[in-house]
Nanobody
């Protein structure tokens, strides 16, 4: 059974940066399309970035130019580099396959506040 473990969140000031990481257990990672999702308080979880098995990327309009998704198949890891953080980026961030076919991990909290 695949397990996903996210890390790297924290409390940052507006304009700050973070790098989120997600490690996936199990075999087959290199053939998966992966995504980063977020869920803000009182809102539905939504995808913010995705990367295909062939490294094609796609971003939600709200994060274009600020979020960069990448993967390291040798480490079963997918990363999300975030710059110029805004208060509206505050959410719990999760990774999963795209579309999400695996049980969700615990996520990592990102809070943007001065």
């Amino acid at each position: 059974q695949v397990q996903l473990v996210e890390s790297g969140g924290g409390l940052v000031q507006p304009g700050g940066s973070l790098r989120l990481s997600c490690v996936a257990s199990g075999s087959g990672f290199s053939s998966w399309n992966m995504g980063w999702y977020r869920q803000a308080p009182g809102k539905q979880r939504q995808m913010v970035a995705r990367i295909t098995f062939s490294d094609n990327t796609n971003y939600a309009d709200a994060v274009k130019g600020r979020f960069t998704i990448s993967r390291d198949n040798a480490k079963n890891t997918v990363n999300l580099q975030i710059v110029n953080l805004k208060p509206e980026d505050t959410a719990v961030y999760y990774c999963n396959r795209f579309p999400p076919l695996t049980a969700w991990g615990q996520g990592t909290q990102v809070t943007v506040s001065s």
